[in-house]
């Protein structure tokens, strides 16, 4: 069945520790997108691509880094220059078809900086 | 500065009584809305959008309104259920062609039973 998978669902890191997190869809959407979610807050955009070999920085790209080699793939990667790395990450794809498509959610990530 | 506003953290509702959640935003550019609803630990999951061409968009027992002049959205659940307790978010869009979304913080809804 189609969706939006992320591993792992609970991630655990060391400071100064680079980390990847995993995005995979099989919607066939074009664009892919990577948000962080901290307590009290909406869904920060930290980097997004709409098709493959390209990507753009969110509102909070500092400290992260991402890839998007196949269309199915947007993998994020956290590095130690990121300050405050503990978050919920969420990762979204939808088509570019019309102005109004939608994005879709897959079920997120819990990392955490010991 | 917040382009997308729910001013409301949270929201208590009978069950079976309406509920709405409302939300404002600033950018004049956003010509898409859409409502989303999170449970702890999981991806939002799409409920409705309307387009700025529409004034009111339903589906179900969930009906989005939109007043362009004051800026102003809201999402009303008829009749609410327990199992409408969940964080919902209000996002917008500006749709020239750049697919990006910007989030309100959410508001947090309780039907008690």
Redesign the interface.
């Known amino acids: 069945d189609g969706g ?1 998978t ?1 591993s792992p669902k609970y991630l655990f890191r060391k400071e100064g520790q680079n980390v990847t997190l995993s995005c995979e869809q099989n919607l066939n959407h074009d ?1 892919m ?1 990577w ?1 962080r979610q901290d307590p ?6 930290i980097y ?1 691509s ?1 098709i493959v070999n390209d990507f753009q920085k ?1 509102d909070i790209a500092e400290g992260y880094s991402v890839s998007r080699e196949k269309k199915e793939s947007f993998p994020l990667t956290v590095t130690s220059a990121q300050k405050n790395p503990t978050a ?1 990450y ?1 990762c ?1 794809s ?1 088509p ?1 078809t019309v ?10 990530t ?1 990392l955490t900086v010991l | 500065d917040q382009q997308v506003k729910q001013n409301s953290p949270s929201l208590s509702v009978q069950e079976g009584r309406i509920s709405i959640l409302n939300c404002d935003y600033t950018n004049s550019m956003f010509d898409y809305f859409l409502w989303y609803k999170k449970y702890p630990a999981e991806g939002p999951t799409f409920l409705i959008s309307i387009s700025s061409i529409k004034d009111k968009n339903e589906d179900g027992r969930f009906t989005v309104f939109l007043n362009k002049s004051a800026k102003h959205l809201s999402l009303h659940i008829v009749p609410s259920q327990p199992g409408d307790s969940a964080v919902y978010f209000c996002a917008a869009g500006s749709g020239a062609g750049s697919y990006q979304l910007t989030f309100g913080k959410g508001t947090k809804l309780s039907v008690i039973p």
């Open positions: 939006i992320q664009a997108y948000y009290g807050q909406g869904l920060r955009l997004y709409q969110g919920f969420l979204a939808g570019t102005s109004t498509d939608t994005q879709y959610f897959g079920p997120g819990r």
